[in-house]
């Protein structure tokens, strides 16, 4: 079942750009960002090109910083030094980006099928399902409107939540290891895959 969900995120992927239009309802947000996620598949441009397009329109929509905020408790930011936590917040987003993009472009053609918006626990949810060749997926989407633009502040996959998936593991890590030991491995991490996609 983990499995399935892990995958299902790497599909997630091009419905990551939410919030697109100023105004615009979440479903409707998330219909204009697919356009661009699947213009930017098609545009014949290089992966690492493709990969870039993508991930700079999911950075302006996808909130990275509550999502990174969430994960680690603002209890525990908060008591980092501010540059600190700039940094663990930059690092934070090229990893989620990252893991989303590097494998946007692995699922060919994938249909995507809209609910109507609903709030549910006092937050606004957009209900997605993602039909690929071979099987289908329910991504749900907590969105949440400010200054007139949506942004995504968590990702559901058949029940698995981003947010929660990554505040369980920097809760492990906590347990044995500093701040700033989890800084560094998240430095190194991000570190190396810029020097990857450089190549």
């Keep these: 079942m983990r499995a399935r969900a892990e995958r299902a995120l790497a599909v997630a992927a091009a419905a990551a750009c939410l919030a697109a239009a100023p105004g615009a309802g979440g479903v409707q947000a998330i219909r204009s960002a697919l356009d661009e996620a699947q213009a930017a598949r098609a545009s014949g441009a290089a992966r690492p090109e493709r990969l870039a397009a993508v991930r700079e329109a999911a950075r302006r929509v996808v909130d990275t910083r509550t999502m990174g905020r969430a994960a680690i408790g603002s209890p525990v930011l908060d008591a980092q030094p501010p540059a600190a936590q700039e940094e663990y917040l930059r690092h934070f987003d090229v990893l989620i980006m990252r893991s989303w993009m590097q494998k946007l472009l692995l699922f060919k053609n994938p249909r995507f099928e809209f609910t109507a918006q609903q709030t549910r ?4 949810w957009v209900a997605t399902r993602i039909v690929t060749e071979h099987d ?15 942004w995504a502040t968590d990702i559901v996959v058949e029940d698995l939540s981003l947010v929660e998936s ?13 701040f ?7 430095r190194r991490k991000t570190e190396r895959l810029r020097a990857r996609d450089a190549r």
Aim: net charge negative; proline share 0%; aromatic share 10%.
């Design 166 to 178: 990554y505040r369980s593991q920097i809760a492990s890590l906590l347990e044995t290891r500093s």
């Design 121 to 124: 626990d006092g937050s606004n």
């Design 180 to 186: 700033g030991e989890l800084l560094d491995l998240m």
């Design 136 to 150: 289908t997926y329910r991504i749900d989407y907590a969105v949440e409107q400010r200054e007139g633009r949506w």
